[in-house]
């Protein structure tokens, strides 16, 4: 797994890379948290994930709650065909705000 | 102190006859030499020798050696003083077994080492007393001592004492007799008791006559030098087919590292059943032994596993600490394997550390692999000489169309002497390769009872085991991804399946072994036509398949998505307990489109 993180406009973008699993996941999960406590609006550009388990999945689910309770916005941009399967198949592609592109969430985030 | 005997004879009762003298020694010397229960002879001898000589009273006195206080045994006639007890040379009987003399005290009220005070306590009136010591051959057990002539006039005499000083001296081989007896009864039990030791020992071992393990390729031989045996060896299959092995020897012999061997041999098998790591297995037996086992002893020991199972190549891993070097014999060629680490119980491992040692790893390659003690290469041959390593490796080659068996019974055979006893206990322990089918010339892998409902499940195509740990996951869905392509999936459909798979994998960390663990999951995957099927092992105590249900999806929160996402996408899901051993079994069923 490899996550490279930029800011834009005030919105932290992390663009998720590569395999991630319950090895990897923790390191994902510390990263989302860290800014989303931080009140920072995040986007996750996930076009490069080859692999995502329940573990990864659930530290998207954390770090979407966090996001809500601390009234910041929290999206996924970009998402793989294998990512947005295992989305599917655990009935979550409704749950989080999806945009097409990374430039889209970052528009309507940070306005 | 100074004997006191009357010069004068005894007057108005007649000398006692010469032959009643001897009639009387006669019988009592029969009874006291065919007695065992001296308290009851020394008793009836005493009513015998008191009325023989007319004396009022008469007593036993025993001297305990280890308090040196006399004690009165039996008591006859006069006044009741049995349990009475003298300082060794207090009164006359005290000054008698002190210097081991008899003595003949006329008129007590002559004597100094009178002891006025038990005629204070009793008052019995003492004027007369004899007595005699319980002399044996060096030293002396006790005394007689008689007390007044019956008529009041008359007074003990010499030859009255040299009556009694002969009746002492068999009484006192009848007690020295009877503390013999009693000492050899004593080392019969404990012999006994050796025996007993040497026979639960005994069934430590592995019983090779029993039909499970005279299946196994292995076999040992232990003989113990003395009853009890300081050396062990164990051998038992895992659940998986694997076969675990050890052998081990403590320092010394004798009760003591009987002892040590009894609880090395328990912590091996106890702690093999769930340690699948012979490096790691040993490092916590030396880490239990460092804290019990008595300084200065250790144990040196070999602990290994073989996987005969298919596609495993015969593998061996082996941990050796501090033993003898471990012998692979293959094709007419030796190859030694030294130890890595010291012996057990010497060197405590480092404070957070686990202490694991070192492990090799050794494909056999239809060999044979020979593990034995010092007893084997120390033991003296028929020409006196030592065996040595040289000596084994000669028999092992000119045995080498031999079973197992044969060539451990001639080790054995070698290093016994019918004209000297081993000169230390003697234990050897071998495993074959040869009855592993070799994958290589496509043999069909022998199927054991273990995983004959397997067979149901279609052809075998892959087999892979990991330890619970994250950082193997990646592997694991390599394994199912290439079964997948081999059977012609989907690429979504494979991808899929690999994601179930890691789910179910997880499960096991975090349900079955409660986070991430050096035990091992056991995959196993068969295919037949439209379908693949899916075991998954694990080694834990059993789950409750009802905890790890899914959760309710309209419930969003982080985690409990592994179980929905399995039955998402496998067709059957069933949680089984594996048909032998501990553990939990997963079954997953994916059925596939045919192309």
Not at chain 2, 390 to 413: D, H, W, Y
Not at chain 2, 545 to 572: A, F, W, Y
Request: net charge negative.
């Amino acid at each position: 797994m490899n996550l490279d993180t930029r800011e834009e406009n005030g919105v932290v973008i992390f663009e998720l890379n590569g395999e991630v699993d319950l090895e990897t996941s923790p390191q994902l999960r510390q990263a989302l948290l860290e800014q989303v406590n931080a009140d920072k609006p995040v986007v996750v550009g996930m076009a490069g994930v080859a692999y995502i388990d329940s573990s990864g999945i659930a530290s998207l689910v954390e770090s979407y709650q966090t996001a809500r309770r601390n009234k910041t916005g929290f999206a996924l941009a970009d998402i793989s065909d294998s990512a947005i399967r295992v989305l599917q198949l655990a009935r979550l592609d409704k749950v989080f705000t999806i945009h097409d592109t990374i430039d889209a969430a970052v528009t309507e985030l940070s306005t | 102190m100074k004997m006191q005997h009357d010069e004068s004879k005894s007057t108005g009762e007649l000398p006692v006859s010469l032959s009643d003298q001897v009639n009387l020694l006669a019988s009592m010397a029969a009874e006291f030499a065919n007695t065992l229960d001296v308290d009851e002879t020394l008793l009836k001898a005493l009513h015998h020798i008191t009325d023989f000589l007319k004396a009022e009273g008469g007593a036993v006195f025993l001297l305990d050696e280890a308090t040196q206080i006399i004690s009165c045994v039996a008591c006859y006639g006069a006044t009741e003083i049995t349990g009475l007890k003298l300082e060794n040379g207090q009164g006359v009987v005290g000054a008698c077994v002190t210097n081991n003399q008899g003595a003949l005290v006329r008129d007590v009220r002559n004597d100094a080492n009178f002891y006025a005070a038990v005629d204070d306590q009793t008052g019995f009136v003492t004027r007369s007393i004899l007595c005699a010591p319980l002399s044996v051959k060096d030293g002396c057990v006790g005394a007689i001592e008689l007390v007044n002539k019956q008529n009041p006039d008359d007074l003990f005499n010499e030859t009255d004492l040299k009556v009694l000083e002969t009746l002492a001296a068999s009484a006192a081989l009848a007690v020295i007799n009877a503390r013999m007896a009693k000492a050899l009864v004593e080392q019969e039990r404990v012999k006994r008791e050796l025996e007993l030791a040497a026979e639960i020992q005994r069934r430590f071992l592995p019983d090779d006559s029993t039909a499970e393990d005279a299946k196994l390729p292995i076999s040992g031989i232990n003989k113990a030098a003395r009853g009890v045996s300081g050396d062990f060896f164990d051998y038992f299959r895992l659940p998986d087919g694997r076969i675990y092995f050890g052998l081990g020897d403590v320092s010394g012999k004798g009760i003591n590292a009987s002892l040590l061997m009894s609880k090395t041999a328990s912590l091996f098998r106890c702690l093999g059943k769930t340690v699948r790591d012979p490096g790691r297995l040993l490092g916590m037996i030396n880490a239990e032994l460092c804290e019990t086992a008595a300084h200065g002893m250790f144990v040196t020991m070999v602990a290994g596993i073989y996987d005969p199972r298919p596609g495993c190549e015969g593998l061996i891993r082996l941990s050796n600490a501090g033993h003898e070097p471990v012998l692979l014999f293959r094709e007419g060629e030796f190859q030694t394997f030294k130890a890595d680490g010291p012996p057990l119980g010497i060197v405590p491992p480092f404070e957070g550390e686990d202490g694991s040692y070192e492990e090799v790893r050794i494909f056999p390659k239809q060999g044979a692999l020979y593990i034995y003690t010092d007893g084997l290469t120390e033991g003296y041959t028929e020409t006196g000489d030592t065996l040595e390593d040289e000596g084994v490796k000669n028999i092992l080659t000119s045995m080498k169309n031999n079973t197992l068996k044969e060539q451990l019974a001639e080790l054995v055979r070698t290093v016994t002497q019918a004209d000297r006893p081993l000169r230390d206990d003697v234990t050897v322990l071998a495993l074959t390769d040869s009855q592993r089918s070799n994958d290589e010339v496509g043999l069909k892998p022998a199927e054991t009872e273990t995983y004959g409902s397997e067979e149901s499940d279609g052809d075998w195509l892959i087999d892979f085991k990991f330890p619970a740990q994250p950082s193997w996951m990646k592997l694991a869905r390599a394994c199912v991804r290439q079964a997948c392509v081999k059977v012609g999936c989907e690429e979504a459909e494979t991808n899929d399946v690999v994601l179930a798979l890691d789910e179910a994998c997880q499960n096991v960390i975090r349900h079955a072994y409660g986070g991430p663990s050096e035990d091992e999951i056991e995959l196993t995957v068969r295919s037949r036509p439209g379908r693949l099927v899916f075991r998954l092992r694990d080694f834990a105590a059993p789950v409750d398949p009802s905890k790890i249900k899914p959760r309710d999806l309209d419930d969003v929160r982080p985690g409990g998505l592994g179980t929905h996402l399995i039955q998402e996408v496998m067709d059957e899901v069933q949680y089984l307990r594996p048909s032998q051993g501990e553990g939990n079994l997963l079954r997953l069923v994916k059925n596939i489109k045919l192309k």
